[in-house]
């Protein structure tokens, strides 16, 4: 999403908060905000300006910082999930370390590899479940890595959460 704002000549910079449920968008020249905003609404996004106390407020992170909110993602998405499916398949706690790492980092490489992809149908859930699938598979063998890889995929598709 950002490097496609990037792309536009009359956006100067672009940034997501921590939760990517707002942008910070600068643009060029005076008098774009509202084909800007137009633009979001026809991708599906709620577009609106938030007063400056609310943008002073947030930590931001744009296209050469978005890394390092990949990084913590995978961890808060391995996090929710690997405890629970290391305890439903009888992992130690040492295992179930090894694994939540494991499947940080195959969310992370995810992530950053596929910064500039366009969102298909479904969004990441569907190739961040097969990521964690193939990078599990030798940890865990074939079927359990296909419900870890399952599990992930819920996760991110909002299944697994209230």
């Known amino acids: 999403m950002l490097a496609q704002l990037e792309r536009r000549s009359d956006v100067e910079t672009a940034e997501t908060d921590r939760r990517g449920e707002l942008l910070r968008i600068r643009t060029r020249a005076p008098g774009t905000v509202a084909l800007i905003r137009e633009?979001?609404?026809?991708?599906?996004?709620?577009a609106e300006e938030a007063p400056d106390a609310v943008a002073a407020a947030v930590r931001w992170y744009g296209r050469s910082s978005i890394g390092e909110l990949s990084r913590e993602e995978g961890a808060v998405i391995a996090g929710r999930v690997v405890p629970a499916f290391g305890a439903?398949?009888?992992?130690?706690?040492?295992?179930?370390?090894?694994?939540?790492?494991?499947?940080?980092?195959?969310?992370?490489?995810?992530?950053?590899?596929?910064?500039?992809?366009?969102?298909?149908?479904?969004?990441?859930?569907?190739?961040?479940?097969?990521?964690?699938?193939?990078?599990?598979?030798?940890?865990?063998?074939?079927?359990?890595?296909?419900?870890?890889?399952?599990?992930?995929e819920a996760d991110l598709a909002g299944a697994a959460r209230p």
């Open 39 to 46: 633009q979001l609404e026809l991708m599906g996004f709620a």
């Open 88 to 152: 439903a398949n009888g992992l130690g706690q040492a295992e179930i370390g090894r694994l939540s790492t494991r499947v940080a980092t195959a969310l992370y490489e995810y992530f950053v590899g596929h910064r500039d992809a366009g969102l298909a149908s479904g969004g990441l859930a569907a190739p961040c479940g097969r990521a964690v699938e193939a990078a599990t598979r030798a940890q865990l063998g074939p079927d359990r890595a296909a419900v870890l890889g399952g599990a992930i």
